[in-house]
């Protein structure tokens, strides 16, 4: 891949002025280790479809200065943003920075439907009072008749309500205390979407913190991470401010993500206030990473007699490089037979939005995601990200965090609801 040794785009918290270095396309290793696991190569097979294809086409937009073609605009489009390129490139480049300058450089503007979604995405008032209207949509039993009409595949809104489930109405609390021997206080980012649909994970990550004693702070003036504007080329400036100012404010020992996919973004921030990133970015963790390294000794979970396959998301194996986390956490259950799904390295498909904005690609991605979850003829299946778990779950077969299996395998004392 294209050499980016002089430039770390991770040791400092400085902002160069000159750009981004991207040699000549003659600089390539042409080593080919970013084709193979690609997954959009994997779909097409043609070269447009790669990693080193679109960092050439990334190139032009921002060292050359100029216009791209229709066909490289579709191929650059196509990319998930997986960031497994990023993992085997011997050049280290920082594909996912550069893909996101690439697409602000090219001022994109939502159409349709994007621009509500996005606003939607970004206000939290508005997220809640729409909640009662789809939870009421949802009960009412239209589903079916309105799918069979053709007009949500109209109005182009058909693979978004697809994945729709029940969203939790009531507002968590802004602190829940531990019940045992108080060891410290965290603050927990909840996202947005997340924060209505993936109430059982955000429950289990309370429960799970309490009884490792550590009382758990939810600030609600806290918004979404940021990473579908950024990802799509909008501005997430004033959300990652807003987090920042949010949580430096909190006295805790750390601040914890369970959704992989926003962590990913966390990690990255950057900010005008340097300082305040810095110190913000410091304090952040993983929540599986946090469990793990604090979790007591005496603290014993109830068996469990289930084989559990595990979906390591993209965000979790290629940005926060800490999936054996996962395997380390679910060993504490006793009698739980922990595996690996075949072709973890490879996206489901679900990319954040990518789901809805190609579905034509993610759909065929999770056929092979599908295909890996039968051949493991597991009981159930986990995923540390909400995105990918609600992308491959099923009616039958529904996707749960490991969160949600730890905590249910607490001792009842001290622990319930």
């Not at 000159?18 to 600089?27: M, Q, R, T």
């Not at 060891?183 to 913190?209: N, P, Q, Y």
């Amino acid at each position: 891949m294209f050499d980016f040794m002089d430039m770390d785009f991770n040791s400092s918290d400085e902002v160069t002025t000159s750009g981004p270095y991207i040699p000549a396309v003659g600089d390539c290793m042409r080593c080919g280790m970013c084709v193979a696991g690609c997954p959009t190569f994997r779909l097409f097979a043609i070269e447009e479809e790669t990693p080193r294809r679109r960092i050439r086409t990334i190139s032009k937009i921002l060292v050359e200065n100029l216009a791209i073609s229709a066909d490289e605009r579709l191929h650059l489009d196509n990319c998930l943003q997986c960031r497994a390129c990023e993992t085997v490139c011997p050049s280290k480049m920082a594909y996912g920075q550069l893909f996101d300058q690439a697409q602000a450089q090219l001022g994109i503007k939502p159409k349709g439907l994007a621009k509500p979604a996005l606003r939607l995405i970004e206000n939290k008032r508005w997220r809640k009072r729409i909640m009662p209207l789809l939870a009421l949509y949802l009960k009412s039993g239209m589903r079916k008749p309105l799918a069979k009409t053709g007009f949500l595949k109209w109005l182009g809104l058909a693979d978004a309500e697809a994945v729709l489930k029940q969203p939790a109405l009531q507002a968590m609390a802004s602190r829940y205390p531990t019940r045992v021997a108080r060891r410290g206080c965290v603050a927990l980012f909840t996202g947005c979407i997340a924060e209505a649909f993936d109430r059982d994970t955000l429950s289990s990550a309370i429960k799970l913190l309490n009884a490792i004693g550590y009382e758990v702070l939810v600030p609600p003036d806290q918004g979404c991470c940021g990473a579908i504007q950024q990802h799509n080329g909008q501005s997430a400036a004033g959300m990652i401010d807003q987090n920042i100012a949010v949580f430096n404010t909190l006295d805790v020992d750390a601040v914890l993500h369970c959704a992989s996919g926003c962590g990913a973004m966390l990690g990255e921030y950057q900010s005008h206030d340097i300082a305040a990133a810095g110190d913000f970015r410091q304090r952040l963790a993983d929540i599986n990473d946090f469990l793990l390294k604090h979790w007591p000794d005496d603290l014993q979970l109830l068996p469990l007699d289930l084989k559990i396959a595990v979906h390591e998301p993209c965000s979790q194996r290629n940005v926060l490089k800490n999936p054996q986390t996962v395997y380390a956490l679910l060993e504490k259950i006793p009698g739980l037979n922990v595996v690996p799904l075949a072709d973890n390295q490879v996206c489901c498909g679900a990319g954040g939005s990518y789901m809805l904005t190609h579905p034509e690609n993610a759909v065929q991605l999770r056929g092979l995601k599908y295909r890996a979850i039968k051949e493991a003829e597991a009981d159930s299946v986990v995923s540390s990200n909400f995105g990918c778990a609600v992308f491959l779950a099923t009616d039958a077969a529904p996707v749960a965090h490991p969160l949600s299996l730890l905590a249910r395998q607490l001792p009842i004392h001290g622990f319930s609801d």
